[in-house]
């Protein structure tokens, strides 16, 4: 497998490159988001790289970064996606929108990319949200995450300030409970354990 490819780059298209390393040209197909950062012909280029291996063509993939490079194989893992759907999925959104849409079940974001119906959004939550956790950038998944968390927080404060209970206690209360919820974007749950902390 070729990891990555350095050389000069030669040709820039619609949807891929032409790197030119020692005289051979290597095409290397990428997402637009790469595409459209990249330097003039003739500027030394380096890109990481995907072999894609099939019985009548071997076709390369180009990545900025090892993070796009690791998610492009992890989608190419879900039931569904080639190589033409990850590499649209990547062109529409950075890693991160894509961890973060994962992590908080958002179907919608990855059905905004051409290719991606309902239930293709639906398997590449299902089927990645645990295999996200071996991966380098669990961090960034959990980071994520974090601002569906923060929305839960926020609103189980009003609802007990509401209900008569002073905004402090009402924030501690939520975040103890926040952090001992199983579901923790279900407010519902949050309220109930925050509400019985406040009671004790």
Request: charged share 25%; hydrophobic share 45%; glycine share 6%.
């Amino acid at each position: 497998m070729i990891a990555h490819v350095i050389g000069e780059l030669s040709v820039v298209e619609a949807d891929h490159v032409v790197i030119d390393v020692g005289g051979i040209g290597y095409k290397v197909y990428a997402p637009l988001s790469v595409i459209a950062e990249l330097p003039k012909p003739g500027a030394k280029l380096k890109l990481f790289t995907y072999t894609h291996v099939k019985e009548d063509a071997i076709t390369l993939y180009g990545f900025a970064d090892t993070e796009q490079q690791n998610t492009f194989e992890l989608l190419l893992t879900v039931t569904g996606v080639g190589p033409k759907v990850a590499l649209n999925i990547l062109s529409v959104l950075p890693v991160e929108s894509i961890v973060e849409a994962i992590s908080r079940d958002d179907y919608l974001s990855l059905n905004r990319v051409p290719g991606v119906g309902n239930k293709m959004a639906q398997r590449i939550v299902l089927e990645l949200k645990e295999k996200m956790a071996t991966l380098a950038w669990v961090e960034r998944a959990k980071k994520a995450a974090a601002p569906a968390e923060h929305a839960v927080v926020q609103d189980v404060v009003e609802g007990l300030v509401a209900l008569g209970y002073d905004r402090q206690a009402a924030r501690r209360a939520a975040e103890q409970a926040i952090s001992s919820a199983t579901d923790k974007k279900d407010t519902s749950e949050v309220l109930r354990l925050a509400l019985k902390r406040l009671t004790q």
